[in-house]
């Protein structure tokens, strides 16, 4: 069967894509944020999975105003690189895993979630710049990409207790796929930051580290986190955090057993936040986002 082995959190911020592409990466604004990312290029090599569902927002590159999904799942073979307004970034384009994604539509759909199902589209630095950071520069990317498109561009915009329990049912999918495959689930975007308005560049470096130690240790408490919270404190671009949720919300210690255990997955959390966490990483600013970086294995 297929199972999910570990979780990777990362920011996903556009400029990190274009210091790559351009030859950047060692000069002085961008050597300490590349820094933290070695350890997760080495981790990845060692470990890297057949298929990454990959969560992430669109920004108005594949969806606008005329079409909003709110949850949308990426079933295609293949997905273009987005030509976000200076030409599409020089990376490879993305396959996708079909079969694993249209199973995973139908199991989590059958458990009530209402997710759009997208053949093609083309694919942002949302989930282009997380490839990027986590596998270097490759010719062809090393892994399979199942895209999962969270709208948080455009209110209203799921809670992250929905979030969470989307990863619960993704879970239960990928472990009812009856093939071998080792999948692993990103949450991007984040951390702190807003983009617009008066309080453009807004950076809480207490918000993000707290809110990176309750995902470890206490994720479904931090899943009833109202909006209202992120944005006051974290920026209007902070609500892209609730993705985080959904991947923290398909490792093992969040299976759901038992309908009403809400209890026990908070004990199990406590239990195996010491055990799963590989790695964690924080760096102000790349561009105008404070970037947080986590790997979790099951
Ligand atoms: C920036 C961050 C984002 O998450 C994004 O989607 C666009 C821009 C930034 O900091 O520049
Ligand atoms: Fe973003």
């Not at 049912?169 to 991007?188: C, H, P, Y």
């Not at 809110?211 to 206490?218: A, E, Y």
């Amino acid at each position: 069967m297929a199972r999910i082995t570990s979780s990777v959190y990362t920011s996903h911020v556009p400029a990190i894509g274009a210091a790559m592409d351009l030859g950047k990466t060692q000069e002085a604004y961008w050597q300490p944020l590349f820094k933290g990312y070695e350890f997760s290029k080495q981790w990845m090599k060692e470990n890297t999975p057949d298929v990454v569902i990959l969560v992430y927002n669109d920004h108005a590159t594949a969806f606008s105003l005329e079409m909003i999904p709110t949850f949308a799942i990426g079933t295609g073979a293949h997905y273009p690189i987005a030509d976000e307004g200076w030409g599409p970034r020089p990376v490879p384009s993305v396959q996708g895993h079909a079969e694993l994604a249209s199973h995973i539509a139908h199991s989590v759909i059958q458990d009530d979630f209402d997710l759009t199902i997208v053949n093609e589209m083309p694919v942002d630095h949302g989930l282009s710049v997380p490839l990027s950071l986590m596998c270097g520069q490759p010719e062809k990317w090393p892994v399979k990409v199942i895209p999962v498109a969270v709208n948080v561009v455009h209110y209203p915009i799921p809670s992250g207790q929905r979030c969470f329990k989307l990863g619960q049912a993704i879970r239960k999918a990928v472990e009812s796929f009856d093939e071998d495959l080792n999948v692993q689930i990103w949450g991007t975007g984040g951390m702190s930051h807003q983009l617009q308005g008066p309080r453009a560049g807004l950076i809480n470096k207490e918000f993000d580290n707290a809110f990176m130690d309750q995902l470890i240790s206490d994720p479904a408490a931090l899943a009833a986190k109202p909006h209202i919270d992120y944005v006051r404190d974290a920026g209007s671009e902070g609500i892209e955090l609730v993705m985080w949720l959904v991947a923290r919300g398909a490792m093992k210690d969040c299976a759901v057993t038992d309908p009403i255990a809400m209890k026990d997955i908070a004990s199990r959390s406590r239990k195996y936040a010491g055990y799963h966490r590989k790695h964690r990483f924080y760096h102000v600013p790349a561009s105008n986002t404070a970037v947080g970086h986590l790997i979790l294995e099951n």
